[in-house]
């Protein structure tokens, strides 16, 4: 870790002594910062001087205030810096004198423009390590396009299998492609550490992360099934061609359950649970292979029995069997949910507007040094006076001058 570190705003997680740069907008990088944060890293997220980050005017908005930005700005320092102005671009230097990473997304050749890509600020601090995010990757006959989650959501394929066979192409209903490569960008951060300081390497590291690649590298057997059987996977709705029964099901009361039994124990007990034990034994169901080519009649069979069926006695016939199926979650249903409230999922985090404020808690979970959301996003510019005169011994005069200039 930087030697220079000042640890006091860190958190008391694994990644406590950590110091980050946030110097992204909106969500792919920026979230990336926020999943370290949480661990307990030092971030200063860096926003533009009378703007801030675009994510502080997107809804939900409270008297004014972006909900959104609650969440993804917690347990940051924020200032104001234009990067884009020479003293700006000085000033960020000097704070990357005593960082261990910087996140940046912007498009590929910005930061160059400014004289601070890689190699420049390497220079400075060798240790550093510098995580690019973007749209289409730093390399690349894409690499100039501008992106956004929705392209890359398009170009990775998985639109085209996610829907149901009449309709147009399903995209997520929240910013899949962002948040993904914003995970796979904190976890690639940490890799680079690792090897800086356990691999006997010693100094960082450029990282290259796009957007349409973590979630496209989620898909798996794709490319495999393509390049070997010639499979171009289509739309199923809520199928899968390697799974049966799998689906989500109406009960009487209009609710729905989700039910995945590809093997063939977990078959057996749902046959068992819906009052249909002569399945088990049909050979159109006594493997998953045979219950896929009949997926169809197999379907109609379920459907019909959840018909009948209200989603609370569901609920407790399927807990006896031990049947693997779940309720299809709304926000309202998550929030009241015991198992959620048990594992505290969901947790309470002071906010200087609101007083406090609900959101996701920090997972995964460690058991000796646990993440933990210690503050929500705060207002524009909260701790400039801390960060410039506090560390980088700026003076009273020095801020009034830099942010009549606008560089902070």
Known sequence: MSAQQNTAASGKGPLAGLRVIDAGTMIAGPLGATQLADFGADVIKLEQPGIGDPMRHWTPMKDDKSLWWKVIGRNKRLITLSLSKPEGQEIFRELVKTADVVIENYRPG???????????LAKINPRLV????????????YSHRGGYGTIAEAFSGIPSFTGFPDRPPTLPGFPMADSVAATFAAM?????????????????????????????????AQVIGFDQLGIVKTRQG??????????TYETRDGKWVGISASSQKTFERLAAAIGRPDMITDPRFTSN????????????????????HDAAEVSRIFDEADVVAGLVYDIQDIVNDPHYQARQSIVDVPDADFGS????NAIPRFVETPGEVRFAGAHLGAHNRDIYLGELGLTEADLARLAEQQVI
């Open 130 to 141: 510098l995580v690019r995010v973007s749209g289409f990757g730093q390399t690349g006959p």
């Open 238 to 247: 809520n199928r899968l061609a390697e799974d049966s029964p799998r689906n």
């Open 110 to 120: 910005t930061f160059e423009k400014w004289g601070l890509g890689y190699k420049e």
């Open 188 to 220: 690639s951060a940490m890799f680079a550490i690792y090897r800086r300081d356990q691999g006997g390497a010693g100094h960082g590291q450029e990282i290259d992360v796009s957007l349409f690649e973590p979630i496209f590298r989620l898909t798996e």
């Open 357 to 360: 404020v609900r959101m996701q």
């Open 289 to 308: 292979a045979a219950r896929c080519e009949h997926a169809d009649y197999l379907d109609g069979i379920i459907a019909d029995w959840f018909r009948l």
